[in-house]
């Protein structure tokens, strides 16, 4: 495919002197809008102005300059007879290949500083037409909206193969690019909502960031997406080992979200998609055996994420411990040498700590929500962020320093295991986790012979209330001694009269914490 003229009008120049030079070497004439020739006029390249082709100044101070017809019909022209003669007794002539990137008007309403003027003035009218029209008339017109597509269609071009599969691909790109641009400016723009309701309307512009090998299972096709093409896993960057897989996903982003809820150091130990072990501590040093220790078998092979930099006293506790993945605020020196001997650990550098929920990116919709995808669409709800509810004694015996300091514990830990959850903790350190039983009881039952001895005068948590004594009743058997619930059962007396009977101190939150 011959090229005859090239129209370009970019915000952001990377590339583009070189891109231009190509294109002259492929016989293309260059047109340009006014902040673009002069750039392509410093590079030493020879162009024509928007007005040179339209015999029409930019008025109204820049707000149009490409918006004439001998610019749209140069592009929508079709390739029949008919159009050229059109543009012919107009002394107008096709244009073959258009580059366009827009104001950056995502950027700017970004800034802290940003005006509603500010923001208005960048919202691009011209470009986003050239790109439109150009789109529209991909059996012919070859259309570019990012530069890193600029070295491709140089390379189609000198082979002669920009063919019309590569035009298509590239403006159903231009196309998704100027809709991700609309959605910004729509939500910039649109009334701030007044309550906590979901939104009427939600649209989302993902990004594939990653294809993953397989998904949960190796016959299943997977890939990541997110709302930021340079974001990386988790919106983390990985530092070291293979290719983090779905599941590996899944159960850091479950470690990293519980790790992140707690404000001392603190490590989580996840393996298919539940904690086995959680530990606060004066360090990650101290707090990562106490973690291992409450569940050591189901330890092997799972994920670690730490709410502090990972250093070399922590990675040598390690010890010989089988670790899939770690995720960390950041990894020293002594860390990274000691883990560099485990080369297949995945190694994810997550940065601060910050809530959780999917964060906006370039283009995309302001969200503060969790999604998961379900039969037909979307459930959508708000980030569940623990609670600072008063709690209430409900027991003739009130729980102790050494048993509130654990329940405390215990209850933001049970936040992050599947329903129905049960924690128990010693201390800061969990010692037992029952969790994704259907029955409460068989929870308890579970988190106590992991426990084990280690049941003896420990606290336990539950994330939403017991709907009959037995649960109470299993745990005081097995020597736990304070029990936090949130209550509401119809049964809530006998609950009590339970606890009572075997001397527990029990406490009601009124908050629950489900986690399916």
Not at 197 to 217: C, K
Request: hydrophobic share 45%.
């Amino acid at each position: 495919m011959t090229l005859h003229r090239a129209l370009l009008s970019v915000s952001d120049k990377t590339g583009l002197a070189a891109f231009a030079a190509g294109l002259i070497e492929a016989g293309a004439e260059l047109i340009a809008s006014g902040g673009t020739a002069a750039a392509l006029r410093a590079a030493g390249l020879p162009v024509r102005t928007i007005e040179d082709l339209t015999g029409f100044p930019e008025i109204l101070g820049g707000r149009v300059k490409t918006l004439h017809p001998a610019i749209h019909a140069g592009l929508l022209a079709r390739d029949t007879e008919a159009d050229r003669r059109d543009l012919a007794e107009r002394g107008w002539a096709p244009i073959d290949l258009v580059a366009v990137n827009l104001y950056p008007f995502a950027a700017t309403v970004a800034r802290p500083d940003a005006t509603l003027a500010d923001a208005v003035e960048n919202i691009d009218i011209g470009g986003v037409a050239l790109l439109r029209a150009a789109a529209k008339n991909f059996a012919r017109v070859t259309v570019l909206c990012d530069p890193a597509d600029y070295d491709r269609a140089l390379a189609a071009i000198r082979q002669d193969r920009l063919s019309l599969e590569l035009r298509r691909e590239l403006a159903a790109k231009a196309f998704a690019h100027t809709a991700a641009y609309d959605a910004a400016i729509r939500d910039y723009l649109a009334p701030r909502p007044t309550t906590d309701e979901p939104p009427a309307r939600l649209q989302l512009d993902l990004v594939r960031i990653q294809a993953l090998r397989y998904g949960e299972n190796p016959h299943q096709v997977a890939a990541l997406y997110a709302t930021d093409p340079a974001a990386g896993p988790l919106g983390g960057r990985q530092l070291q080992g293979k290719e983090l897989s779905y599941n590996n996903l899944l159960d850091l982003d479950a470690a990293w979200r519980a790790a992140a809820s707690f404000d001392e150091p603190t490590v989580v130990i996840v393996k298919h998609l539940t904690p086995c072990g959680i530990a606060s501590a004066a360090s990650l040093a101290e707090a990562f055996p106490a973690a291992l220790a409450s569940d050591p078998v189901s330890a092997f092979g799972g994920v670690i994420a730490a709410n502090r930099p990972f250093d070399g006293a922590t990675a040598e506790a390690l010890g010989s411990l089988f670790v899939e993945a770690i995720a960390a605020p950041a990894f020293n020196v002594e860390a990274l040498a000691q883990l560099a001997r485990r080369a297949n650990c995945r190694l994810l550098e997550m940065g601060r700590p910050a809530p959780t929920g999917l964060k906006p990116g370039p283009g995309s919709q302001v969200l503060s929500w969790e999604m998961r995808s379900v039969r037909g669409g979307l459930l959508v709800q708000s980030s569940d962020p623990g609670d600072q509810a008063e709690w209430q004694v409900v027991t003739r015996r009130a729980p102790d320093e050494r048993e509130l300091i654990a329940l405390r514990f215990a209850w933001r830990a049970c936040q992050h295991v599947k329903s129905n959850a049960i924690v128990l903790a010693q201390g800061t350190a969990t010692v037992g986790i029952g969790g994704g039983l259907s029955s409460r009881v068989d929870a308890v039952k579970l988190a106590v012979t992991k426990a084990g001895e280690r049941a003896q005068g420990a606290a336990l948590a539950s994330d939403a209330f017991f709907p009959f004594p037995d649960g109470v009743e299993e745990a005081g058997r097995a020597g736990v001694t304070a029990v936090v619930q949130p209550g509401g059962s119809v049964r809530d007396a006998e609950v009590i009269a339970a606890a009572d009977r075997l001397g527990l101190a029990m406490c009601f939150t009124g908050v629950r914490h489900f986690r399916h």
